[in-house]
Every structure is written in structure tokens, then in C-alpha cells.
């Protein structure tokens, strides 16, 4: 009888759990078109390290003194680790040109896009050919209507006025005074790790028995760049950093008999330094010394004096050019700013839904 009850139990137990799930989760879509609405409110934010400061700064100092550095492009900064995880994928990150784009663009660096012009490449080759017109498209002539002489037969494509094709002009690309390239090169796992493992309890194993367990684990991840000036191919520059990445692990378990059931319930809690935030750190840390070197900075104290909160055009989440001569009232400095423009967070936006502006 005791199994039967266990049963009975285990079963209501599963029947209300799937109602509880089939009340989240319906077969037929909602008023708003969706079976489910996903959860999660969390809202978009800068993604600095901390270098990223100190990029803003070396813009700021550049700013504060007319320094302009020489115009930079990326090259292939590519994964050399050879590592992928259990799943199939690569253990470290693919984008680490795109990372070193931000960088420098944080650093107030004048940029030139040589990673992908597949666009640009393409616009060459439809204006070489007289394919493409900045101006805009005029509007066809009417219709017009009669067989006197010269009209159009109906069904005939209206003629449309010939339009201004794009020039090419000699010398109209700026070329890069210096290109960085490089790649990751280490990473290896757990280079030290250290744990404990305890678990205690009554020799009678109905009156229930403890675990509790711990894990530190260390890994390491590593990075060599270069910079070369482009008509040379003269290397100028080498910057080569690592950086430690920490895990950790820990859980407690409760195994005891009541009477014919029994209850296991265990917990625990892991977390692991982000790998390629601190790929992101490597190569901000790298850009710091680099545009340091090219606006002469003496080090860190040449942010002494800057102004963070001043007008400027680079902020944590990179660098833009801004469109109008408006850089006291525009978008800029508030880029950062994780509620801006978030119809849950920022009430100007969620008023302007509303339709209250």
C-alpha cells in the first residue's frame, strides 16, 4: 500500500507540474500574435573592460591637444589555439578584428575599413559601369493619354530621364598609415585547480546524510599583436599580454529516509570568468599601449585633466561621427546609459507609445 500511495503522489505531482506548464505555453497564439513571450527583461549596456576608461582617456587627451594619429586599419586577427569545445565549436572567440576596431575607435584612432569591403568592391565595380546615381530618383513623366504622333503605345515602359552617375575620382579612398594584425595564441586549461569534497552522516543511512563540495580552477588565455606600417611593411610595434581566467565551484546535498519516502534535495552555484570578455581585455590593454605610443602620451597621468563628462565623440561603447554640428545636445553622451531608449526604462520613449507627446 505504501508504493501505491508514493505513486499516487509522484503522479499528482507530475499532473499538476504539466499544468503548470501548459498554462505557461499555448497551442494557439495570443492577441498579440505569440504562442509565448519570451522572458527576460534585462537591458542592453556598454560592454567595457577595464581598459575601456582609459581608452576614452587617450581620446580625450588627444582631443585636449590636437593630437590626430595616423589613419589604422585591421587585419586578420585570428584564433591560432586550435581549441573546440565538447559541442563542436570554438572554445575562443571569432570576432577579435571587430573587438580591436572598437578599441581603437574608443581611442579617439582615425579608422579605415579594410576587414570587409565586399560593399565597397561592389559600388566600384557598378560605378565603373555607370550603374549607380547619389542623386535622387526623379519622377516619371505622366502618362499621357490619346495616339496622336509620337505617343507612347499603351503597355509600352514609361521613359525615364537619364540620371547622374556616380564618378570615380583618382585617389578618392585615404589609405591606411599603419594596418594591426595578430592573433590568439594560448589558451590553456586548468593550470592550477584546487577542491574539497566532505560528506558526513549517521552510520545508519536512514538518518540521512550531508555533501558539501568546492572547486577553484585557473585557466589562461593569450594574445600577440602587431602593428605595421603600411608602405613599408616595417613592423613598428609588438605587444604581447595573457590574462588568468578563474572558475569556480560549489554544492551542498541532503539525502535522508522519512518513513517509506525519501528526500533528496541538492544545491549549488558555479561561475566561470568570462573567456571572451577577457579576449576583449587582452586586446584593449594592447590598444592602450599602442595609441598611447603613436599620440605620445607619457602613461595614465595624461588623463589629468580631461573632462568625462564633456562633449566629445567616443564613449564606452566605441566612437561615431557625428552628422550635424551638435555635439552639446546629441545622442553621444548617452550612449552608455543602459535605460536609454527602452520602452521599459526610459519614460520619455514609453510615453511617446502611449502617444502622450
Same mark, same amino acid.
Given at each position: ?13 507530475? +499532473?499538476?507540474?504539466?499544468? *503548470? ?13 505569440? $504562442? ?13 573592460? =577595464? $581598459? ?13 591637444? /590636437? ?5 589604422? #586599419?585591421?587585419?586578420? &586577427? ?9 559541442? /563542436? ?5 571569432? %570576432?577579435?578584428?571587430?573587438? +580591436? &576596431? ?52 499603351? /503597355? ?7 540620371? =547622374? ?8 579612398? =585615404?589609405?591606411?598609415? !599603419? ?9 590553456? $586549461? ?6 574539497l569534497n566532505?560528506?558526513? %552522516? ?24 602587431? *602593428? ?29 529516509? !522519512? ?18 570578455? #577577457?579576449?576583449?581585455?587582452? &586586446? ?15 602613461? =595614465? ?22 552628422? $550635424? ?11 552608455s546609459l543602459?535605460?536609454?531608449?527602452s520602452d ?14
Amino acid at each position: 500500500m505504501a508504493g501505491v500511495r508514493t505513486y499516487r503522489r509522484l503522479s499528482a505531482a507530475a +499532473a499538476s507540474a504539466g499544468l *503548470l506548464v501548459s498554462g505557461c505555453v499555448s497551442p494557439h497564439a495570443g492577441p498579440a500574435g505569440l $504562442y509565448a513571450s519570451p522572458i527576460g527583461d534585462a537591458p542592453v549596456t556598454a560592454n567595457p573592460t =577595464p $581598459y575601456s576608461a582609459a581608452l576614452v582617456c587617450l581620446s580625450q587627451y588627444a582631443q585636449r591637444y /590636437g593630437l590626430r594619429a595616423p589613419r589604422i #586599419a585591421v587585419g586578420r &586577427i585570428a584564433d591560432y589555439t586550435g581549441k573546440a569545445e565538447d559541442n /563542436g565549436g570554438r572554445a575562443v572567440t571569432q %570576432g577579435a578584428s571587430l573587438m +580591436a &576596431i572598437s578599441a581603437l575607435a574608443k581611442a579617439g584612432a582615425p579608422l579605415v575599413e579594410r576587414y570587409d569591403t565586399s560593399v565597397s568592391e561592389l559600388e566600384l565595380k557598378y560605378a565603373n559601369n555607370k550603374l549607380i546615381s547619389d542623386g535622387p530618383a526623379p519622377a516619371p513623366p505622366p502618362a499621357r493619354r490619346g495616339r496622336r504622333l509620337g505617343a507612347r503605345r499603351p /503597355g509600352a515602359p514609361i521613359p525615364t530621364p537619364a540620371q =547622374p552617375y556616380r564618378k570615380i575620382m583618382a585617389g578618392q579612398v =585615404p589609405g591606411s598609415d !599603419f594596418y594591426l594584425v595578430g592573433g590568439i595564441t594560448e589558451l590553456n $586549461y586548468n593550470i592550477r585547480s584546487s577542491g574539497l569534497n566532505l560528506q558526513g %552522516g549517521k552510520t545508519d543511512a536512514t538518518k540521512g546524510t550531508g555533501q558539501v563540495t568546492g572547486k577553484l580552477y585557473v585557466m589562461n588565455v593569450a594574445l600577440d599583436l602587431r *602593428l605595421i606600417e603600411t608602405k613599408t611593411l616595417e613592423v613598428v610595434d609588438v605587444i604581447s599580454y595573457q590574462k588568468q581566467i578563474i572558475g569556480r565551484e560549489v554544492g551542498a546535498g541532503l539525502f535522508k529516509f !522519512f518513513g517509506s519516502d525519501v528526500i533528496d534535495v541538492s544545491a549549488g552555484e558555479g561561475a566561470l570568468e568570462p573567456v571572451q570578455l #577577457a579576449v576583449r581585455s587582452l &586586446i584593449e590593454r594592447a590598444t592602450v599601449e599602442v595609441m598611447a605610443n603613436l599620440y605620445g602620451a607619457p602613461g =595614465p597621468q595624461a588623463c589629468l585633466g580631461s573632462d568625462p563628462l564633456g562633449p566629445g565623440v567616443t564613449s564606452l561603447t566605441g566612437a561615431f561621427t557625428p552628422a $550635424y554640428d551638435n555635439l552639446d545636445r546629441n545622442n553621444g553622451q548617452t550612449r552608455s546609459l543602459p535605460s536609454r531608449w527602452s520602452d521599459r526604462r526610459d519614460r520619455t520613449v514609453a510615453d511617446a507609445e502611449r502617444g502622450r507627446y
